[in-house]
Nanobody
Framework: QVQLVESGGDSVQAGGSLRLSCAVSGLSDGAYCMAWFRQAPGKEREGVAAIDSDGSTSYADSVKGRFTISRDSAENTLYLRMNSLKPEDTGMYYC???????????????WGQGTQVTVSS
């Protein structure tokens, strides 16, 4: 049984930082693309960052230079380091596995339950 469990969401002031984690179980060998998505109230889910099995990364334009995605294959954990947070970064953040670097939500086979990030001005 595949499980993705996110953690690390919090309420922070604009300009602050957070690190999200996603613990993965039930998927072996790391030969799959993983990504972070977010969804704000009343908006569609959008891709934030992705990391492929070869370590290559891709980012949404809105987070480039501020967010960093990484993975620890030995620990089966995905991370998202978020710096210089803005109020528009507020939303529920989800990790997803077995998709493509294009970050199309429908392409991903497994999802976590999400962790809330709230950034106040």
């Amino acid at each position: 049984q595949v499980q993705l469990v996110e953690s690390g969401g919090d309420s922070v002031q604009a300009g602050g930082s957070l690190r999200l984690s996603c613990a993965v179980s039930g998927l072996s060998d790391g030969a799959y693309c993983m990504a972070w998505f977010r969804q704000a109230p009343g908006k569609e889910r959008e891709g934030v960052a992705a990391i492929d099995s070869d370590g290559s990364t891709s980012y949404a334009d809105s987070v480039k230079g501020r967010f960093t995605i990484s993975r620890d294959s030995a620990e089966n954990t995905l991370y998202l380091r978020m710096n210089s947070l803005k109020p528009e970064d507020t939303g529920m953040y989800y990790c997803a596995a077995e998709g493509t670097p294009k970050m199309v939500a429908a392409d991903f086979g497994y999802w976590g339950q999400g962790t809330q990030v709230t950034v106040s001005s």
